[in-house]
């Protein structure tokens, strides 16, 4: 098979929470607290200003030494040089965007609580795989529930992992022991009152891996 650019290393995944005036800021603080990668998520249709911040987080992002990924949209990620795109299931076609974005492109699947559609992405070129909702998620608060013990049972795939939905720094150490590689959060560390503080109990969580021994 194929080998394509990988998710490297471990750590928060953070989601932006859609517009807001302070983005940059919080987003700095976010890096601050140890994010190791950012996704830019906007469902509104402003394309001049998802355009600009898109461009600027790139920026603040690369400037921390860590990958920016596009939610959804392959043709903003290749407009701003992004180092990738994730996808939903209704985002469109991951071999089309792989096209699009090249090899070296990091490319990651939502694949909810199905080990099928997680093998399928990978065939089909994905960087990484995100599984979710593990808990009850104020973002997406109708979305299916996955199993912690989906995490354990995808060990073996070969690429890393992804656990999203409801995670908080009080129940992320349950997923960093079933072997999630990154715990992404959006309203945990865009919503809290103190941006880096909530960022760095994350990372203190992968600080501290059990599983791997070492710091992340």
Do not use: W
Not at 47 to 55: L, P, Y
Not at 83 to 112: K, T, Y
Not at 177 to 194: K, Q, W
């Amino acid at each position: 098979m194929k080998s394509f650019a990988p998710l490297a290393g471990r750590g928060l995944y953070v989601i932006t929470d859609g517009p807001r005036p302070d983005l940059l800021e919080v987003a700095a603080q976010a890096l601050a607290g140890g994010a190791r990668v950012m996704q830019y998520r906007d469902k509104t249709v402003d394309a001049t200003r998802r355009h600009a911040e898109a461009s600027a987080l790139k920026l603040l992002c690369h400037s921390h030494g860590v990958p920016f990924i596009v939610n959804a949209d392959a043709a903003l990620a290749l407009a701003i040089g992004a180092d990738g795109v994730h996808l939903g299931p209704e985002d469109g076609d991951l071999a089309n965007a792989r096209a699009l974005l090249g090899d070296q492109a990091i490319i990651g699947a939502s694949c909810l609580a199905s080990l099928q559609r997680a093998e399928a992405a990978m065939h089909a070129g994905a960087s990484y795989v995100s599984f979710g909702a593990f808990f009850d998620s104020p973002t997406k608060p109708l979305a299916g529930r996955a199993s912690v013990d989906l995490l354990r049972q995808t060990d073996a795939l070969g690429v890393p992992r992804v656990a999203i939905g409801g995670i908080t720094p009080d129940n992320g150490r349950l997923l960093v022991d079933a072997g999630a590689n990154f715990l992404a959060a959006v309203s945990a560390v865009f919503g809290a009152t103190d941006v880096r503080a909530a960022a760095q109990r994350f990372t203190d969580l992968y600080s501290s891996d059990r599983n791997h021994g070492t710091p992340a």
